[in-house]
């Protein structure tokens, strides 16, 4: 066999992959409810149903069953679509430029390329918030590019809380990033910024002259009471941060609020013309994003405000209480375990630091439930979890501290059936593994 490249060679599936890819080679006929990634169950929006149901009706481009490249830049209806949502959201999306792309995570692979520079030179690099989700810093490493990042810790009451401004320059200051990514309804932690917290980085990235890339996969999926409107980086003015216009972009999805995991539309959309015309540049390389989910998702271009307002307090108001009730069932269950407080997107993180020794880890014990861990339902049969283990969300270097060691990622993407079955489940797998293994668990 020829050889392979050391990234290639050494490279294992991503955390949240990870327990699925572990769980397709069981043969003892245990089921699995999957809660380790954001694969979105839920219908689309009719809009888009409706025209994924007519791909050969009237006015649709593919009629005909020919099935053309689209524009790199994307088709001009499904550029208005994501403008109209960020419009919904009470922003203006008049001079914004707009790129489609393969899903959220090329648009996160694109800013990479562009905004980082070789792993092993000092500047260009890229400045995370851990925990960051995976898939940041797993393009960083394809790519051989470099990143950065700031540790939050999880306290007892399950918050996690943010460094201070002050702990955040000082980091700039000495890794002189390029770029700042930020969350601001948080994948993996469930942490809602504020509008006065996205300010407060916006005016860092001002003054060290960093492009500000904010990830709003999770825009509208907030279960706090706001009087404003949802927090975004297009909220942000001059007149509130002088400077910050033509260092933004966001990354914006098919995927999540719209539940359109599988078509693979996202969008890069930036105030800088000049960014713009370098990203579309190289994505020329990659042709196109799929012409047929950006038709389906080109209906969203032709709805109202009030119809997509409609539609985002729809998707809350299904999922807070999900997120609400498995909060306090697990931490009803199994006490002494610490569940983050998910103000915002579609996750919660289990912590069971209170309960384990120093040489517990989150990845063993999910391998191990998908390998072979199980518990048994009422009719007998054999039942495991699948969920995502958090170390590979935080920076290894910080893993000294044990951040993420003692923490798992729970998705709320299942039926409201099954994740009521979770916290029972999880409680219990948990169970049996320090039975298994009980120089695991807390001494004393």
Known sequence: MPRLSNHIANRRPTAIRNANVEFAQRT?????????????????HPAMIERLHHLNGPGSPFAEGVVRYAP??????????????????????????????????????????????????????????????????SFAQRLGRRIVSFPRRLDGTGRFTLPSIYEIE?????????????????????????????????????KYDMWMISDEAYRELYYVNRKESPVSIWGLSDREVPGITGLRVSIETASKVWNGCGLR??????????????????NTVNLCTNAIGQWVFGALAHL?????????????????????????AMREILPGVIVSRADASLYEVVDFRQLVSDKFCTDDFVVWCAREGYILDKDGNKVTLLSAPMPEFYNAENLADNLGRTQLRVAFVE??????????????LFRSYLKLHPELGRKG
């Open 304 to 328: 109202t405000k009030e119809e997509l307002s409609e539609w985002f307090e729809h998707q809350r108001s299904y999922y807070k209480p999900l997120m609400q009730n498995f909060n306090r």
């Open 28 to 44: 003892d006929g245990c089921r699995a409810i999957n809660v380790a990634i954001g694969n979105v169950s839920l219908p689309m």
């Open 415 to 428: 039926s409201p059936e099954n994740l009521e079955k979770v916290p029972h489940l999880l409680s219990e």
């Open 170 to 206: 000082k980091l700039i200051q000495r890794e002189l990033p390029n770029a700042m990514v930020v969350i601001p309804y948080d994948n993996p932690t469930g942490q809602l910024y504020t509008h006065q917290m996205l300010a407060d980085l916006a005016r860092l990235c001002v």
């Open 265 to 282: 539309v996202g969008a890069l959309v930036t105030d800088s013309l000049e960014l713009h015309k370098r990203l579309v540049a190289e």
């Open 72 to 137: 790199t830049v994307g088709f001009p209806e499904t550029r208005q679509a994501f403008a109209n949502i960020i419009a919904a959201s009470g922003n203006k999306a008049d001079n914004l430029h707009i790129q489609v792309t393969d899903g959220g995570s090329q648009a996160m692979e694109l800013l990479i390329v562009a905004c980082c520079g070789d792993a092993g030179k000092a500047d260009m690099s890229a400045l995370l918030i851990d925990a960051a989700y995976t898939n940041y810093r």
